[in-house]
């Protein structure tokens, strides 16, 4: 049977960790067995790269040090590698419990739990229970999205990715060329803000209309990158949650409650029905559309037309 | 609270955990099972498989000495314990998880301010042992979304064991409904919710806090029964089989159907639509999708839901005839003034 790939992995990292000098790749291949079960030489070299990306991946940092004789020798440094002194009471101990369980996403989740395990080594506080320290609160971070995980390393990284995009109200999807700068989950969903290089434009985009595979491109980015990105603004003001006008609609008693919540003043006709003034930004005539016959818009026009040409549409159905 | 559901064993985790665990047992001599499988987040047969590993590894190099760690099950015991790892350094991944998490956690409302003061002080704590690996973390981040002044009553509900009375609006039939919940637990996933044993329904429901028009913690006790909890993690609509099916079609512009509707199926259409089945318990609550659709799209079954939103619609437009303005024929936006 193979040797299980965390074992060899384990091996490696002991080994680099424990020497003094560095060790050439002959004398790791001789002294760890699934190097030496690898076979042909080409396996064996392919396998070894993997590990070591797979162990720097992990945060190992693997020094590559030549030596006289022109033959390169790897080492793990004690000191480089070492978790600098931190010390957290059992209440910081306890939020961070809570911290690393919200992930959704398998990487990250991993990782939350990994960074944890490092600071447990290290001598964090045990013997809480985070849903006893924190009452009832349960919070998740969902990660539904296939392209999270690739435009997350691109931006770790800063690589420029190349990606299908079908925009809200677009019928075909059309590619896109990215510097990903930042990530940013709202209400649920996640967004990705960065530089459109044919639009030669700042863009945010939503990751559950990128369709296909994320690809990453070769070479730099070409715009620099802002200390701020603003992800919500942009995203609130699709929502149409800036509100730059005012509409005041007519709404039948005991009805129509999140238009209650947001007006900004409800006056009482007496004849069942209310007046409303609700300011909003766009997109209200969908949503007024949904209360049917309980909404009638007064003004301003636009807003009227428009919600009575919806309703057109589905009388018409 | 039970242990998080088993991932598939991944190596690089599994890598990344027994380096931890060595350093870990190195200063704890006879540790129970139990109590390590709990430190590490990990199953108990999670951990015996990391134990059955690490005999198998050492630093092979100067000499085949593997490390000799053993369990009976209960205790873990190292009979030649050496400092092969101390704690390593956080590694650009594991910051950014961990204080992308932190950071959300802290914006929360409701957070208990005593446990929001922790947070961001161990927040620090890791940002700076993590040194420059934590500068990667800036590129994610999280906002939650709840109700912060019905979330510190819920919370508090909680922890009191009481019950709430709420008045709450369900958008699927436009109508506010007064009752009286006994809350089990807040579940943040984008949007805030309460889970609680609902005493007017006799069920098990799910309230969004920002749909609670307003909320009072009564005297009595919250008593829900023993009810097993889901795992929410799929989201938190899961209709069930039995439930009637309906079939939208859309066009370009209502694609969005398919990312806020839990769904059966999404099959393209030419000119890019989609033909979208979904199941709902209660299919006379999306009139309001087929309305706020427009001509973006159409119910295609059950008809009487297309009937009903049709009727809807006429009903609506009724009211306009009354109105200075508008006109049988074409729609003309400039005669429409108020």
Redesign the interface.
Known sequence: MAIAKAERLMNLALCLLGTRRPLSKRELRESIEAYLEAGSDDSFNRMFERDKDDLRELGLVIETVENLDGEVGYLARRDSNRLPPVTLDAEEAAALGLAAKVWQQARLAGAASGALQKLRAAGLPEDFDPYEAHGALEPHIPVHEAAFEPLMLACRDRRPVVFDYRKATAAHPETRQVEPWALECWRGHWYLAGWDRDRGAERVFRLSRITGRVRSRAGRYTAEVPDVVTVRETVASWAGEIADRSALIRLRTGSGYPLRAKAVSVRELGDGWDELEIPYGHGLDAWLVEFGPDVVVLGPAELRADVVDRLRAVAKG | ?AG?PA?P?????????????V??LR?RPGAHVG?VA????ITEDELIADLD??P???????GGDLLDIDTDGDRIWWHNPDD???????????????L???R??ST?P???E??RQ??L??TA??E??S?E?AG?S????????SEGGVFADV?RA??ERRRLWIRY?S?SR???TEREID?????????TYVEAWCRRSEARRTFRLDRV?EIRILDEPSAPPEIELRD??E?LVQPAAEDPEVVVEV???G??VA?YYPHDSADELP???LRITLRTPDPASL?????????DG?IVSPPEL?DS??E?????????DG?E??QDGP?D?QE???
């Not at chain 2, 709990?38 to 987040?41: H, I, K, L, S, T």
């Not at chain 2, 809350?183 to 949007?191: F, K, N, T, W």
Request: aromatic residues 6%; proline residues 3%.
């Open positions: 609270m998080k991932r064993t991944n190596a690089i985790d599994q890598t990344r955990r027994m380096l931890s665990l350093t870990y200063e109590d709990r430190a590490f987040g590993v690490l198998l590894c050492g630093t092979s190099f100067r092969v790892a101390e704690p390593l350094r956080i590694a650009a991944d594991e910051a950014t998880a961990l992308v998490a932190a959300a956690v929360l409701g957070l208990r005593g446990d922790a947070l002080r161990a704590k890791v700076a042992a040194g690996a990667a800036s590129r994610l981040s999280v906002t939650f979304e919370d909680i922890s609006y958008p436009d109508e506010l809350p089990i637990r807040l579940v943040s996933v984008g949007h028009a929410l993690s989201g066009g370009p512009g694609r969005w990312e000119e890019g639509g009139r309001r999708l087929a309305l706020r659709l427009g001509r159409r297309a939103a049709r809807a619609a006429r009903e609506a437009l009724a009211a306009y109105l303005g508008d729609y936006r429409q003034g108020l």
